[in-house]
């Protein structure tokens, strides 16, 4: 099956800092990546949807200077949240897609990023 | 802008049993696709089932099965023969054809008892 892994699984930085989360597709190539952002117990919101070689298209109310999207090659897709603050606590994951059509997106295992 | 509900913050069910989650979602569009995701409290996201909104015959993987009522724009889960790994939360969700973004309900904790 399709594998899509995250590193790191968690991060713990400090207030002002900035922090990247990786997203690869490790045996397929990624058309298409999604980053979503999961508070506890809450749904998945989609951040931004990012294709190789583009820019990422931002959904609305999402901060695109706080969250940088690089998608350098059809397997890999950063995340950086810069300058990163207490309420940029969260889980972060993303999702690859393979092709179109019905073909689904496959997710990564998520990475908690806690910022003190 | 589409939207998806799930109305249901909270279900149980007895293992064995049958339990049915339900989904409503909005849209004008007319070529879209659903699905219900699984998350355990791994937090990996599981696909469960899926559906293509231009068939009419629900979908059915297993245990699981799907009402879809495309002019009531409803999607419901059923669960049958419930077991205690089905414990999780759940969430529906729609999915355009054209841009490809997951649009996700609000969830569905699942708590299943022996």
């Known amino acids: 099956g399709a594998v899509v892994s995250q590193h790191p699984s968690w991060v713990i930085c400090k207030s002002g800092t900035s922090v990247k989360i990786e997203c690869r597709s490790l045996?397929?190539?990624?058309?298409?990546m999604f980053w979503y952002r999961q508070f506890p117990k809450q749904s998945l919101m989609l951040m931004a949807t990012?294709?190789?070689?583009?820019?990422?298209?931002?959904e609305q109310g999402v901060e695109k200077d706080k969250f940088l999207i690089n998608h350098a090659s059809l397997t890999l897709s950063t995340l950086t949240v810069t300058s990163a603050h207490p309420e940029d606590s969260s889980f972060y994951i993303c999702?690859?897609?393979?092709?179109?059509?019905?073909?689904?997106?496959?997710f990564g295992p998520g990475t908690r990023l806690t910022v003190t | 802008a589409q939207t998806v509900t799930q109305s249901q913050p909270e279900m149980s069910v007895q293992e064995a049993e049958t339990v049915t989650l339900s989904c409503t979602y909005d849209?004008?569009?007319?070529?879209?696709?659903l699905f219900w995701y699984k998350q355990p409290p791994s937090r990996q996201m599981i696909l469960v089932i899926r559906?293509?909104?231009?068939?009419?015959q629900n979908a059915t993987e297993n245990r699981f099965s799907v009402n879809f009522q495309k002019a009531a724009k409803s999607f419901s889960l059923k669960i049958s023969d419930s077991q205690l790994g089905d414990a999780a939360m759940y969430f529906c969700?729609?999915?355009?054809?054209?841009?490809?973004?997951?649009?996700f309900g609000q969830g569905t904790t699942l708590q299943v008892k022996p």
């Open positions: 045996d397929f190539q990624a058309t298409t």
């Open positions: 559906q293509e909104a231009y068939k009419q």
């Open positions: 999702s690859a897609r393979r092709g179109r059509g019905i073909d689904e997106q496959y």
């Open positions: 969700a729609y999915r355009s054809a054209g841009t490809g973004k997951l649009i």
């Open positions: 990012s294709n190789e070689g583009s820019k990422a298209t931002y």
């Open positions: 849209t004008s569009e007319s070529d879209y696709y």
